[in-house]
């Protein structure tokens, strides 16, 4: 079964409300207790600062969603077919239905690679206490003795963060891979295609010079006196060196083709790199 037929089982008048349901994380309680922002309300903080809200990203995207998800960030050999479907969802779907899969996919995705990008830099925060007792620590205590163990053996910190990383690289190939077909922007914030709404979040191009800015900040950190421990300043470079290999892992993909508008242009790309080898890659 090729796309375009697996596209018109899933959206079949009979099928839709199935495959494609969606929503409702409003109505059930959320099960993401370590991925949600919590405030402890005896930190200090304005005790009238209601609390974030929790969602269950999964739910709101749908199974469909989810596992296109799952798949781009598991089975990478398939993406221009997980690229595929979900254009052929987004445009056959039922729009007064099921309308925007293409959006809740790019929703889902986003969400999950700043959690990624925060558990594979040592970010992810530690949850104690349960209920309205819930305190969110930074964890640098915790991690502190593994991570110097790390950079003292040349290893990693634990095999989570290498899934992280990888997690992380797939998914920005997947949206570049939805770019080359108009449903990411490729190089403004007007979204073209079923994606985010018009003049909404950011373009594939700036999300990949958000990443290069923190690598050079990360580079420019190791190198600072206020790091007065050498394996500090070894993490921050280990962290610039993460952060500029997820880019330049991107780029081929993200490249527009001679003639073709959707895509990053070839001189775009070729200044993302050289910031890379003049702050990070050169500094090594």
Known sequence: MNV??????????????LFLRFGGSDDTPSQENEDTDNINED??????????KQINAATDAGPLATLLHSCATGLSLQTPSYAALTLGVEIKAPSETHGGFAGRCVELG?????????????????????GDNVV?????????????TAERTGGFGNGSQIDAYYRAKYMLRYLAHLAKIGI?????????????KEGSGQSLLELLQMLVQCANNAASASTLDKFDDVEQRRAMGRVSRLLASLVLSCIPYALAKDG???G????????????LQNNVVGQM
């Open 136 to 148: 969110v620590e930074n964890g640098e205590k915790e991690r502190e003795g593994e991570r110097c």
């Open 43 to 52: 930190d200090g903080r304005n005790n009238n600062t209601p609390k974030p």
């Open 110 to 130: 986003m969400r999950c690679l700043g959690r990624d990008l925060d558990e594979a830099l040592e970010c992810k925060p530690v949850v104690v206490g349960g």
């Open 264 to 275: 990053i242009n070839s001189s775009a790309l070729i200044e993302l790199i050289d910031e």
């Open 260 to 262: 073709e508008d959707k």
């Open 4 to 17: 375009s037929d697996l596209v018109d089982v899933l959206c079949g008048p009979s099928n839709a409300a």
């Open 184 to 196: 990411v922007s490729s190089t403004t914030t007007s979204s073209s295609g079923g994606g985010e």
